[in-house]
């Protein structure tokens, strides 16, 4: 007998945050991730606040030089960095690695210079390329195997979902240097240094934490985890997916619209300056990115489901091109916040559709690289256009149109580089919709509305609500659907409409191979969720190449099942979820629905002794599954009456066909079309 301690110590943790010591790890790198983004904010401000007095051309410079401290050690000492981590003790390197960047940013204030504020920026972002190896490399020694993704997942959550939360933080911390200082003259002289403060301190708590953490392996438990340089990952990473079209124009896409975002990131200190906002407002404008990307990243494909992917991505990206170029030209701050948000959004739709396409199109054997290479192309994609984008602006400096001795319009080095960085997206945006576009032919207007309205848009519908008709058979074994189906198909030939006669499974040449698995009593070991998905595979082949053509003809189409022969054989009388069974058949048809179902409601103990020959398959499956796909059956009929025609089977063969008849004669629609009727003047009439 199992005790209550063996069951409590067998039973799975709820989330990777339960296991304590990756939990203190992961809190100090949130703290971490806190003060690096509240870093950035607070050095790119106070970069452009020493040089205020020096004109536009020299702020926009000032700004430009910090990013590009931030951005040199990353290519220069990366494979170092990564080799130390696998040769050192990693508590004692990240402790160290903290304590040296709570000194470095602490000592920019006390300088106060902007050479200082370069020097120490570079040493910072040296430090951090060997604190962030040392991190990755701990993480595997502190969650079980199975777990690990899931703590990837939460540690790319901390790296960027801080982002906004250091914004907000940035922007309040700056309305409170202001109030302090007129205690504190220190803090009056710049109203980063509070931010700068607060910034040192996250890396002493995250020092702190790091210190308590005793669970850390040191060097040489764990399998080395150095890599290469960024700029080789990315060389490596294109003779990988440089042959592929598809990848190629999904990676394109998504790196211009997070340079779409860069630029806004890289020229929002000098251009929120330009529209009369301080260092509070830069933090809104920054965070907005941020936030909106979140947004965009969560809602976006769930409230767009019904848009085709492919066009989604494009369709975000021309967006955000039009927003930035749009965010350009208003020199309203209010207004501003309100497109960055809406950027922001359109940059993460996109990221995220691509992000997943991307990971559905690549073989498993190069997902891994792909990504890598992917991610590092980003970083050094969102770090040159942050770095560039000050410096264009800066060497362009400020026009002005004037009307007589009056200035009414401003366009500076920050409207360029934003105009130039909208157009380039729409662009690339464009590009991506002609290339990748899966639904050619369809309105984009009317596609988008529809998926608005939560529907999917399919221009074929009209056509066939007035020309085709589509009526399945349903029934269990022996039932005499099949029979009655043959004697519908030829009653309504006799009436003058042309009629296609069909069947599932088997009425396409996949489908022909897919029946002779399903039903050959050979292949009992067929899982249920293979089979469900086989009828699937074979129902989207016969729509596709069958039903809608012969339905866009006007034809009128008869099968021998249908999607409900899936519900009940394989929902109730495999006890699949149901609800599965309807999506993945939903997406297999394109939501095609018949018109009427006709039911041949047949007791299992009375069809099953009607069948002849050797039992196939699903025949020889016991009575008690007959009966539960009977009573499925029954139920799907009372659940939509309108649709169903219920017929005892256990009438004779006339009175079923007459019962039968009698139903479709009131749907039918006239043989002839109207226009030959105008010719010719005849009324057709339908024969009893």
Partial sequence: MTTPGRNTARRKAPNVLAYAPFRKLWTAMSVCSLGDWLNLLALTALAGNLTMDRGYQVQSLAIGGVFVAKMLPAIVLGPLAGAFADRFDRRLTMFFCDLLRFGLVLSIPLVGSYQWVLVATFLVECVNLFWVPAKDATVPNLVPKERLEEANQLNLLVTYGTAPVAALLFAVLSVANDMLGRLLPFLAIRETYLALFINALAYLVSAVIILSLKEIPKAGVAVATSSPSVLRQIFEGWRFVGGNRLIRGLILGMLGAFAAGGAVVGVAKIYVNALGGGDAAYGVVFGAVFLGMASGMFFGPRLMRELSRRRLFALSIIVAGLVLTAIALIHNLVIVVMLTVLLGACAGIAWIIGYTMIGLEVDDGLRGRTFAFLQSLARVTLLLVVAVAPTVAGLFGERELKFGQETVYR?????????????????????????????????????????????????????????????????????????????????????????????EPGSTKVGMRLRAILLDAVHQGLSARSEALLYAADRAEHVEKVIRPALHRGSMVISDRYVDSSLAYQGAGRALDPGDVTRINSWATGGLVPDLTVLIDTPPSVGLTRLGGAADRIEAEPLEFHERVRREFRSLAAAEPARYAVIDGTLS??????????????????????????VTGTIPAVRD
Avoid: C, H
Wanted: negative net charge; hydrophobic residues 45%.
């Fill in 411 to 503: 366009f500076d080095g920050s409207n360029l580089v934003l105009v130039v960085g909208g157009l380039l997206a729409a662009i690339v945006g464009i590009v991506a919709l002609r290339q990748m576009d899966d639904r050619k032919g369809v309105s984009i207007v009317a596609d988008l509305v529809a998926a608005v309205r939560g529907e999917r848009f399919a221009p074929e519908a009209a056509e066939q609500a007035t020309r085709g008709m589509f009526i399945a058979f349903e029934g269990g074994e022996g039932s005499g659907k099949t029979t009655q189906s043959r004697l519908l198909a030829i009653w309504l030939r006799d009436q003058g409409y042309d009629v296609v006669q069909t069947r």
């Fill in 653 to 678: 063969e006339e009175e079923i066909s007459r019962l039968i008849q009698d139903r479709v004669r009131e749907m039918l629609p006239d043989p002839v079309p109207q226009e030959a009727e105008d």
